[in-house]
């Protein structure tokens, strides 16, 4: 987990402003998982993806006897659908993170968003990102988060979805997770990594990174990370690059250097919008050639 200081410096902790009511913009989505109080909302960029011709909306999972709420977007009517497993940011299952899944579901996929903190706590009721940390995220074990996953991708085959055609992406602390799950997973087909932490401190929840699963690595990643990136530096990228050589897994970094972290978010001031749109390109073209389209 990258300590307060790095989450500080990527993301701040100013108020909620352009006059975005917090409760409004959190329930447009899970109404969990999102620390409004944390961070600007730019309103005039935030991309809106309608439902149009989809089925969108929660669905509750009930997984080890706790009930997980996860964002689905699909076109409507549609089976044998491709899936993508969207994984979020530090914050939870927000609206982006749900509009990111429609915009999936635009393009064809089944598109999932588990709220992976449900059982640390509620992202929301935090005003600040250390308190965030402290109190849910660093609680969460990576292998509560895989066997989570692994029952979003089982209703995914239950639900429409094929599996045989499975992708994963994630921003962030999602990005990480993108990397572990793709290697935990052999089922996945290919990844794609939104500027996912990739070296730490192993620990009891979290024992290993993607520098260690790497040179074991099957699934194709694409990372796509930024070069102001003032919490995951660019040596970490090639001794990641280095690692991944010894593999077979054709994983590759696309490192943008006009853009620090968090250039896909588009509700915040980070956003890069040239470099964001690059990356959605990049992200689709990945899935498409590694057959999960």
Request: glycine fraction near 10%.
């Amino acid at each position: 987990m990258q300590n307060q200081q790095d989450f500080d410096s990527l993301v701040g902790r100013s108020k909620l402003n352009d006059g975005i009511d917090r409760r409004t913009f959190i329930q447009t989505a899970v109404g969990v998982g999102f620390a409004a109080a944390a961070l600007p909302v730019m309103a005039q960029t935030m991309i809106k993806t309608d439902t149009h011709g989809l089925t969108a909306g929660v669905v509750m999972l009930e997984i080890a006897g706790q009930k997980v709420p996860v964002y689905r977007a699909q076109p409507e009517g549609k089976t044998n659908l491709p899936v993508v497993l969207v994984v979020s940011e530090i914050f939870g299952v927000h609206e982006h993170i749900a509009d990111v899944a429609r915009r999936f579901a635009k393009l064809g996929y089944l598109a999932l968003a588990p709220e992976l903190f449900v059982r640390q706590g509620d992202a929301s009721k935090y005003p600040n990102i250390g308190e965030l940390i402290k109190e849910v995220v660093s609680k969460v074990p990576d292998a509560q988060v895989m066997s989570d996953l692994d029952a979003v991708v089982a209703w995914a085959s239950a639900n429409g979805g094929n599996t045989g055609k499975l992708a994963i992406t994630g921003f962030c602390w999602g990005g990480r997770i993108t990397w572990m799950y793709a290697a935990h997973n052999p089922g996945v087909k290919a990844g794609v990594a939104w500027y996912g932490r990739l070296i730490g401190e192993p620990n009891p929840l979290s024992p290993s990174n993607p520098i260690d699963i790497a040179a074991n690595l099957k699934t194709p990643i694409l990372g796509l990370y930024g070069l102001k990136d003032t919490g995951i530096s660019q040596e970490s990228i090639s001794q990641m690059t280095a690692a991944l050589s010894k593999g077979h897994s054709k994983s590759t970094f696309k490192v943008y250097e006009n853009s620090g972290h968090a250039f896909h978010a588009d509700y915040r001031p980070s956003y890069v919008e040239a470099d964001a749109k690059d990356g959605w390109s990049s992200c689709v073209a990945w899935f498409k050639e590694h057959g999960v389209a």
